[in-house]
């Protein structure tokens, strides 16, 4: 899935045979146009609601890769077809089309295989995309996202908006996702039957409550995490919250008195946007748990993501319910979840009141993730954002804001999320004794190549690249890595990283490196370390870190590879 310039031109020799096969199906894409005013109000929000009960599609990203290929190619020929057209077609792809059948949307989950036709969606669009796929030299990459939607690897690859890409997919155009659809079937027996569906790429921990992450080498793949690959952590089922009703209350305590605010009223305050890494604190568990098994979700290192979060800053709320940096007995924030399970048990947690208040805490109450809508995984409409501070104080669907003397009485803040001596297990953890985890450890890890891969040796170098981030708004200022067991380190590049200063640089640092192996060998391990802005660094090994809730993983990242030449 590595977008580069030269797989470019080398699709572009081999697809000239495909060329004729466009050229032809672009004339069954004539008779869909000039569609769906309706359609168009949708356009802008494609990532939020609109997606929330549409079961996503399949494509990949080395299609999307082989598209500009395909583009860059036939443009030329093809620009006579279109240019009557071009300025009419540009928000219509994915339009509902006239004319053309429709497939439901277990249909189209169905074709995931040459032999049963690849088919994919794009917003209300069906594509059968199998002869592009059959002409397609990396076979088997292209099925890597299989039953996935198309557009976040649109995004990754930054050319979601192009034109002509769009038109070239309107070529396959097969038919119409059934309206039916979109509006998932209900079993009331279920509470999570109207959880929204899923990426593909979202590979579950677990399906109910749904925790999920993508794989190491999509997650690197960009700076900011596309929204349906941005890792899910629900305790509960996703609850339905409609706008128009919603209201936040804020109650501070010793007051008797609960403000409230409409969603139109909160976004009348200044908007303000962060961009902020989110990472759950049980992110890389499952490394933990090789030492000696822990209860917890088993996560790998991609349960962390980078977003802009923009909506009102807690602060100014806080301030207008009378709420400042002079309170004295006042010492917490509490959050509420919307979500409830069937006991009435509802998510919860809270921060120190410091942190909400200090004009440099960044606290946001979010309703957009990367410039639309939140969508109803991440807290749709409204969720906290607390930048540097593990992912479980980060409340979504917020319902309610607590000024308190006290911490939350949730379960998720007085009884998990803490960490312990290793020597602690059930049999003897007094969870009064440890404070709840806020701020986060520096924590890195290596994304490309994953474990177990055979990496190719060019001229005694081999390719890295991860991801490094540490909380507190602290900024990576180093990534170490070596093959040799730490005998010798290499310094990594860091490629992309965020301007803001520490102690308010709060998204995460990607990485590459170019490393020296020796070439009589047939395996190594690679190890990495990353070091933040307080010359903090990561622990050498899970042993003496270990905790029984697997939390606060981020010993060395060790991938052991093949070597090929
Ligand atoms: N209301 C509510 N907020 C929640 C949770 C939840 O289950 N319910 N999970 C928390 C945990 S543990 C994490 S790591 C983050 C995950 O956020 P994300 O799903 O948007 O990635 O949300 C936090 N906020
Ligand atoms: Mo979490």
């Not at 004319?99 to 069906?126: A, C, F, Q």
């Not at 409550?209 to 509960?236: G, I, K």
């Not at 098994?293 to 009102?312: D, F």
């Not at 006991?343 to 809270?350: H, P």
């Amino acid at each position: 899935m590595i977008i580069s310039l030269t797989l470019i031109f080398k699709k572009m020799l081999i697809m000239q045979s495909t060329l004729k096969l466009i050229l032809n199906r672009s004339c069954k894409a004539q008779h869909c146009r000039a569609l769906g005013q309706y359609y168009n109000h949708k356009n802008n929000d494609y990532r939020g609601q609109n997606f929330k009960n549409k079961k996503t599609p399949l494509v990949i990203g080395t299609a999307i890769t082989s598209l500009v290929g395909y583009y860059l190619f036939i443009n030329k020929n093809q620009r006579h077809v279109y240019a009557k057209e071009a300025k009419k077609e540009e928000t219509n792809a994915g339009a509902y089309c006239k004319g053309l059948p429709s497939y439901s949307m277990s249909e189209v989950n169905k074709h995931t295989t040459k032999e049963d036709k690849i088919w994919v969606v794009y917003r209300e669009g069906v594509y059968d995309i199998t002869e592009f796929a059959e002409q397609h030299p990396g076979g088997d990459q292209i099925l890597i996202a299989a039953g996935g939607s198309v557009e976040p690897f649109w995004l990754l690859y930054g050319i979601h908006k192009n034109e002509n890409v769009f038109k070239i997919l309107e070529s396959f155009r097969i038919g119409n996702l059934k309206k039916e659809d979109q509006v998932q079937i209900t079993d009331i027996e279920d509470p999570y039957a109207k959880d929204p569906i899923r990426h593909v790429a979202l590979r579950p921990a677990n399906m109910k409550p749904f925790n999920a992450e993508v794989s190491p080498a999509l997650l690197c793949e960009s700076f900011l995490t596309p929204n349906d690959l941005f890792y899910v952590r629900n305790h509960l089922p996703v609850p339905e919250v409609d706008p128009a009703t919603f209201e936040l209350e804020i109650e501070v305590e010793g007051t008797r008195k609960t403000v409230s605010f409409t969603l139109e009223e909160l976004k009348k305050f200044p908007k303000a946007t962060i961009t902020a890494t989110l990472m759950c604190a049980g992110n890389r568990r499952t490394e933990m748990t090789k030492v000696k098994a822990v209860k917890g979700l088993s996560w790998g290192p991609c349960a962390i993501g980078t977003a802009t979060w923009s909506g009102v800053r807690l602060r100014d709320l806080l301030q207008k319910v009378g709420v400042t940096d002079d309170e004295e007995t006042l010492k917490h924030v509490q959050f509420e979840g919307l979500d409830f399970d069937v006991t009435a048990n509802q998510y919860g947690a809270s921060i120190p009141l410091w942190k909400a208040v200090d004009k440099r805490g960044d606290v946001i109450l979010a309703y957009e993730m990367n410039g639309v809508p939140l969508p109803p995984d991440h807290g749709y409409p409204l969720r906290v954002v607390v930048p540097g501070v593990a992912g479980a104080r980060n409340v979504k669907w917020l319902g309610k804001i607590v000024v308190s003397q006290q911490e939350s009485s949730s379960h998720w803040q007085q009884n998990d999320y803490k960490g312990f001596c290793p020597s602690i297990d059930w049999n003897n953890a007094d969870f009064s004794t440890a404070p709840a985890i806020q701020e986060m450890p520096v924590i890195s890890a290596i994304c490309r190549p994953a474990e177990g891969d055979v990496v190719k040796v060019e001229n005694g170098f081999i390719n890295l690249k991860g991801y490094a981030w540490s909380g507190g708004g602290q900024k990576i200022i180093r990534v170490d890595v070596t093959t040799d067991g730490g005998k010798t380190w290499q310094i990594a590049k860091l490629d992309d990283q965020d301007a803001a200063l520490p102690p308010r640089h709060w998204a995460w640092t990607l990485w590459s490196a170019r490393i020296p192996v020796d070439p009589k060998l047939k395996e190594v391990e690679i190890w990495c370390k990353a070091v933040d802005s307080c010359y903090n660094t990561q622990p050498e090994s899970f042993e003496n870190i270990w905790n029984f809730r697997g939390v606060l993983s981020n010993a060395y990242h060790r991938v052991k590879v093949k070597l090929g030449q």
